[in-house]
């Protein structure tokens, strides 16, 4: 397949809800001719009314001048049918994450664009591969996955299908790069490299409140103990209890869930039953007010119990299962070592690369506190990589 994709380009977008405008937004800001789709259309008046929104802003910040602005918006078009797709030379699909829906859309789509266009998906959680399957030509099929804002957030995770043709993959890894995005290349596994690797600064979290370990408070003053020892100690910008809210509990749920699912109920990924009652309780979060936190207007938010040898405790736990995530990803292929750096720092602004975060620790350091987790609970939760332990025996590291 010849597969260039040029400035000049139209980039189709399916799907004008969250991910879908956000990336329509992206692309004609870089240039591109856009066509942007969806079957309701109370959803594309109501994208066009952000994009005007979102350049008046830009406009009023004195960041791009009225012109570019109405340029900007000319750019994107709007559309309710698939046929509109026939010029484009790339469709990035950004429609419900529903495998069997997806399937449909991309045997569709398929039959709109030409023989030579590129067809993407945003999915967070499915197989690329399975989606791959449902189109004649699988090997123009790819993941693209992009972080909410799109807009905003630079890390973009790109996932070859195991049908993939390589051109495919370097024609739209280059495109992307282009739109001024840093993209990571992914083996197409559960949760790709961030909803992964990231599983533990959620759930170890959890778990710790659960047992209230080493003395963590019960309730809300327990969440704020870990959230101030992540940001004190671990020095990420947000507490896994705040930054649950923030993405919502229900979404946060979901991810889990469902790499756990498709992982075969690997241990390591286990949902908790405190966050499904959270979100059967309609505790999504900031969106509905309340969460694990309360954000209404009376509400007084609780205090940490600032001990800082618990804080570090904490710290020291979360981060070793953090690591080992990380350092199993990159034993199992699932990314190469700086892709991996990149999408923890650019997708979810961890302070430092998790590898590099094993090199100042020491790997053997690392081990001795999940080896100490798993002979304390004797769960396979707590089982070291293969890789992490090669390391801490021959003292070499990530980053030479
Ligand atoms: P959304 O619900 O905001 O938007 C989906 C849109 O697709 C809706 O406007 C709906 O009308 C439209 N749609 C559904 N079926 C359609 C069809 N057959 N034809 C045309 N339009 C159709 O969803 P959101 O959050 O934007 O997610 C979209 C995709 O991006 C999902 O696969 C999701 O997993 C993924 N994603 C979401 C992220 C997030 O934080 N929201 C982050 C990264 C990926």
Known sequence: MSTEITKEATIGVLGAGTMGNGIAQVAAGAGHRVILLDANAAVLDKARAIHHQVLDKLVAKGKLTPEAAKANLSRIHYAANLDAFAPCKLVIEAIVEDLDVKRKVFAEIERWVAADAVIATNTSSLSVTS????????????????????????????????????????????????????????RDTPGFIVNRVARPFYGESIRILEERWHGVPEGPA?????????????????????????????????????????????????????????????????????????????????????DEALGKKIVDRVVAMLINEAVDALHMGIANRDDLETAMTKGVNYPKGLLRWCDELGADKVLNVLRGLRETYEEDRYRPSVLLKQMAASGQKFHA
């Open 131 to 186: 989606i791959a399957a449902a189109c004649k030509q699988a090997e123009r099929v790819l993941g693209v996955h992009f972080f909410n804002p799109a807009p905003l957030m630079p890390l973009v995770e790109i996932i070859p299908a195991l049908q993939t043709e390589s051109t495919v993959v370097q024609a739209t890894r280059q495109l992307i790069d282009g739109w001024g995005k840093a993209t990571v290349l992914v």
């Open 222 to 306: 327990g969440m704020a103990t870990i959230d101030w020892a992540m940001k004190e100690f671990g020095g990420f910008r947000m507490g896994p209890f705040e930054l649950m809210d923030m993405i919502g509990n229900d979404i946060n749920y979901t991810v889990t869930e469902t790499v756990w699912k498709q992982t075969y109920h690997d241990p390591r990924y286990r949902p908790s039953l405190t966050q499904k009652r959270v979100v059967e309780a309609g505790r999504f979060g900031k969106k509905t007010g309340r969460g694990y936190y309360d954000y209404t207007n009376e509400a007084v938010m609780p205090e940490p119990v600032k």
